[in-house]
């Protein structure tokens, strides 16, 4: 669902460059974000490279004419441009010392479509996600599927000149493009689609025939140099005249001058808007797995394989085997694709509009392996569903790979070589035994169809990375040169490859490129040194972490040792994880896991990064705090660290929903960065009142629930209310939170009903807010056979989990609150009696936040011995223990229930539990509300200045479900946050999983 930005205005977005005249041009001139401040700059700093150049400034167009405007404005300040989409180019692309224009906020739209010629005009920050759910209800799409759909622009796309897992079938970006609506340099604007449709004024004549010149004069070298495979995207398309090309960009064989732009890496022209080549939706897909002994019978066989004309061939290596089943997202995903222990699989892929056909095709593909002498190799997965999560999990890939912890990580410069599939296993070999040479070890993966394998090679850059790759980058050359292969074979030239065009090509090509240069743009102000003149790879001072590179000291709060690691540079493998001792380390290196893909930036499933859904702001997403803040603990925004003003904002609209701990391939922990960070800028500035109101909630909740009658007609008396909530800085919208008699205060230590034991883990807003919810777990657990402890020691407040006070940072409070509950929880647990709770955010802290506070062994054996209320259900059906039949479950009044699970839960992947449980209800019909945060999160939507973007989380979809829903649906949250806010946003009330299985029991 595409929504409308919530705008919220930058802090100081001049900031320390406000003096600057460009600045205050572009700000008077523009309706539009213009950011010159020192931390929006280095947002934009960097993409999914190894490099960072800092941008003179940064522009977010509001609209077309925004974006000329600022165009003519940078013409006549004879500033250099840069555009940029999504960010997730891995070459360095989209860095450089020019005015950086953001086209992915607000230039995305659908200009034109043609059903009929099977063609679509967008402007260049259109999403291939996006696009192709446009599309879909019309029954086509984009077919060139990169593994970045999710956030990647059609413009950085047109840029790159990209491919995708389907090129075998639909060809690379230059193949699908129809025409480009570009500005030149000088302002001049101009139609660039075939010669003979496009209207050539003096500008566009002189381009057209000073292109036709070099490519007639140069005829013979483009036969002799320009590779002929599919995957070959290095410097200009300069063979578009050539009709006898049998790689040809148009089907039949006329010139498109479009294709000149696409690749260029936006440094010939601005496209401000591309008509796109469209296909047809296949009726049907399949998928064969192939499992192989060996990486090397993987690569030799694949040029068997394409011969049954399959629409993709996608290689995943045991490194990213073992990496994917390590993460809990991804692990059930490729366990069903296993067949043993293979060292390597290969994703084939047929589509088509006959079901038969493809099984007949995957029925000879398994025949063919059986004749290559590997039987019983293929797993058939004929799902959709099933295709489609293990297709997740070979697009996250290259973020898999980047999920390694430690300084070495897997470097992006030789990764998308491509040489012809009769050589790809000799290759590949013998690329290995260069990685071994210089003591380190390659992850592969990709596409195999076409023999362009992503290979990066793992090197600390910190240290002696450069010079390595250096080394490797030579060797790798020579052996693409050998068997006649591209060098760069689609992810571009950029930085890192930059320099090799004119090694490709040779000195006669090359120098036709800086002809054709010169004729767009004849001052080099269009992403200045890409392709023609560019840097060297390795120039020090242009990489992210640049010679001089430090830590700022931090006394971190929790321990992050886990992120300080070494890796054994052969294997890849960790040799020695870090110790408590070594803290602060493991924090920087936690923030530095975010390798720049903007998987963030997604928008139609999962929960990250809700903030940037509703903004599209780079500063409000998981990407753009994590570059904040490896630069404020690097001192690239002054010495506060932590604790500076520019880390502030950036978490400002974070709501620690932990989706990112999910969701993120690299595993980038915002919400726990968050805590520290928080706890930084606390130490410093101190609390506001309101944060300690919110923090200290379970410390004074004993009194405010013998008072909450005096506090309920407070509510009713709004004079007395909103001056309240205005002093204190809560919305007015929201109510006051009713708190009731405790729950604890009226039962025993005990209740007994079986052999069995459990303890119920009440938290203050269960006990004190919504004790229903806990008499509702407490009938079910006794239902179940069990007697049930509850969390009540004599004369002693209950116990809590701590999570209020890690919201304000003060978590030296938390981590007493954690000390009380571990001694009051592990006579319990050394016992074998599980802990259950029922709100996801607090039960879920056991098994989270404890570990990070050096309780050790105790904390892990709490964690392990911790579930939330229904997957305690669950695993003990599972086990045997409940008789269902013990239950007694029967019908509900409606047989329909909405879910929408915490975020917690779903970090967690504790959301199927609750659809388990509510299944065991006769004749009740669940459905998952698929949403990202309610947008309550905790206190975030009562503070007043976080009301407006809290009900715009809300309104993405999870509103609009429970407004559609049908009428007496019951609506099921486990949150209490969640509960409050959809009652709030949608005036339905939603129940405690606990409540909807006490009153199939027939309780109230």
């Known amino acids: 669902m595409l929504v409308q930005p919530l705008h919220f205005v930058p802090v100081n977005p001049l900031g320390l460059s406000s003096s600057s005249p460009l600045a205050r041009l572009l700000h008077k001139e523009l309706r539009g974000d213009v950011l ?76 034109d479509f043609d059903k009929e010629k099977l063609s679509i005009t967008v402007e260049p920050g259109m999403v291939l996600d996006h696009l192709n759910a446009w599309l879909k209800p019309h029954g ?226 398994s025949d063919l392996m059986s004749d290559l002498g590997l039987p019983e190799s293929v797993t058939n997965m004929i799902d959709a569903g099933e295709q489609k999560a293990l297709w997740d999990v070979r697009k996250a890939g290259l973020n898999i790979m980047m999920s390694m912890k430690g300084d070495g990580k897997p470097v992006s410069f030789i990764e998308d070589c491509a040489v012809p599939l009769v050589h790809l296993a000799e290759y590949t070999e013998r690329l290995t035994e260069v990685f071994h040479k210089y003591q380190t070890e390659g992850t592969w993966y990709a596409h195999a169809s076409v023999g362009t394998l ?64 010169n004729l767009f743009d004849p001052d080099n102000r269009y992403n200045p040194d890409k392709i023609v003149r560019p840097p060297k790879m390795d120039d020090k001072s242009n990489f992210r972490f640049a010679p001089g590179y430090r830590e700022l000291p931090i006394a971190s709060k929790m321990d992050w040792s886990a992120w300080n690691v070494t890796r054994d540079p052969a294997s890849g493998l960790e040799t020695a994880p870090g110790t408590g001792d070594d803290r602060t380390g493991g924090l920087a290196k936690a923030v530095e896991m975010c390798n720049n893909n903007g998987h963030c930036r997604k928008f139609d499933a999962g929960t990250m990064c809700p903030s940037y859904r509703i903004t599209k702001d780079e500063r409000h997403v998981t990407r753009g705090r994590a570059n904040t803040l ?25 709501v620690s929903c932990k989706g990112c701990k999910r969701d993120c391939p690299t595993g980038v922990d915002m919400a726990k960065v968050k805590i520290e960070a928080r706890a930084a800028w606390v130490d410093r500035n101190g609390s506001t009142l309101r944060d300690r109101m919110v923090a200290f909630m379970p410390r004074y909740a004993p009194y405010a629930s013998r008072i909450g009658g005096l506090l309920a007609a407070g509510e009713r008396l709004p004079w007395v209310a909103g001056w309240l909530k205005k002093f204190v800085g809560l919305a007015p919208q929201r109510a006051f939170p009713k708190f ?102 607090c039960l879920l802290s056991l098994r989270d936040e404890f570990l990070s506070y050096g309780y050790g062994d105790e904390a892990k054996e709490l964690a392990a011995s911790a579930f939330l209320f229904e997957e305690f259900l669950v695993k003990e059906q599972a086990a045997g223990r409940i008789d269902l039949a013990l239950l007694d479950l029967q019908p509900l009044t409606s047989n329909k229930a909405a879910l929408h699970g915490h975020c917690h839960q779903k970090a967690f992947d504790a959301v199927r539990p609750v659809q388990a449980v509510l299944k065991w209800i006769p004749e009740l019909d669940v459905s998952l509300i698929e949403s990202s945060c309610c947008g309550m999160a905790g206190s975030f939507g009562y503070e007043a200045e976080h009301y407006a973007a809290s009900q715009a989380m809300g309104e993405l979809s999870l509103f609009p479900a429970i407004r559609e829903a049908d009428a007496g649906t019951i609506f099921v949250a486990d949150g209490t946050s969640c509960r409050h806010q959809i009652a709030d946003g949608t005036q339905q009330n939603a129940l405690h999983v606990a409540r909807v299985l006490a009153m199939s029991l027939g309780r109230p």
């Not at 003096?202 to 070298?221: C, K, N, Y």
């Not at 490896?630 to 978490?651: C, H, N, P, T, Y």
């Open 36 to 111: 010159f401040s020192q931390a929006d700059r280095g947002r934009y700093a960097t993409d999914a490279s190894i490099y960072q150049i800092m941008p003179i400034g940064v522009v977010v167009p509001r609209d077309q004419d925004d974006l000329l405007t600022c165009l003519d404005i940078a013409r006549s300040e004879k500033t250099p441009i840069l555009a940029r989409g999504g960010g997730t180019s891995q070459c360095g692309q989209t860095v450089g010392e020019a005015l950086v224009i953001d086209n992915s906020k607000w230039l995305n739209k659908v200009i």
């Open 140 to 365: 086509l799409w984009f077919p060139v599927d990169v593994s970045t759909a999710a956030q990647c622009t059609i413009g950085g796309m047109a840029g790159n000149n990209s491919c995708g897992s389907r090129s075998i079938e639909y060809g690379n970006m230059v193949h699908n493009v129809l025409g480009i609506d570009a500005v030149l340099a000088d302002g001049t604007q101009a139609r660039f689609e075939t010669l003979e449709n496009m209207t050539q004024n003096a500008r566009v004549q002189q381009i057209v025939q000073g292109l036709q010149q070099i490519a007639t004069r140069e005829r013979d070298e483009i036969i002799e140099r320009v590779p002929k495979v599919l995957r070959r995207v290095a410097g200009y398309n300069i063979d578009l005249f050539d009709c006898q090309n049998p790689l040809a960009y148009t089907d039949d064989g006329s010139a498109n001058l479009a294709h000149i732009l696409v690749g260029s890496e936006g440094t010939l022209a601005y496209s401000r808007q591309i008509t796109l080549k469209l296909a047809p939706l296949p009726a049907v897909k399949v998928l064969g797995v192939i499992n192989f002994p060996t990486f090397y019978q993987a690569m030799d066989m694949t040029q068997h394989i394409v011969k049954l004309k399959p629409t993709a061939v996608e290689l995943v290596d045991r490194t990213m085997i073992d990496l994917s089943l390590s993460n809990p997202a991804f692990r059930p995903v490729i366990e069903k694709a296993l067949v043993g222990q293979p060292q390597a699989i290969l994703l084939v892929e047929f589509a088509g509009d006959s079901k038969a056909e493809l099984l007949e095709k995957l029925s000879a593909l």
């Open 454 to 517: 992503h290979v990066r090679p793992i090197l600390d850059m910190r240290r002696n990375g450069a010079a390595d790759m250096r080394a490797i980058a030579e060797e790798a050359s020579a052996l693409v040169r050998e068997y006649k292969g591209a060098y760069s074979g689609e992810h571009g030239d950029g930085l890192c490859r930059g320099e090799w065009v004119a090694w490709q090509y040779g000195p006669k090509l090359n120098q036709a490129f800086s002809e054709i240069k």
């Open 630 to 654: 490896r630069l404020a603990i690097s001192g690239q925004l002054g010495d506060d660290g932590l604790a500076s003003a520019e880390v502030k904002e950036v978490l400002d609209l974070c």
């Open 740 to 841: 009731q008699r405790s729950f604890l205060s009226q039962q025993t230590e005990s209740t007994s009903a079986g052999s069995k034991e459990v303890l119920l883990f009440v938290d203050t807003f269960n006990n004190y807010m919504e004790p229903e919810n806990a008499a509702a777990a407490q009938a079910v657990l006794q239902a179940a056979g069990y007697t049930v402890h509850l969390n009540i020691k004599a004369n002693e407040r209950p116990l809590c989990c701590g999570r209020t006070f890690l919201s304000a940072g003060l978590v030296d409070e938390a981590k007493k609150e954690a000390r009380r509950t571990l001694d009051a929880l592990m006579p319990f647990v050394h016992r074998g009696v599980a802990v259950v709770g029922l709100e996801p955010s």
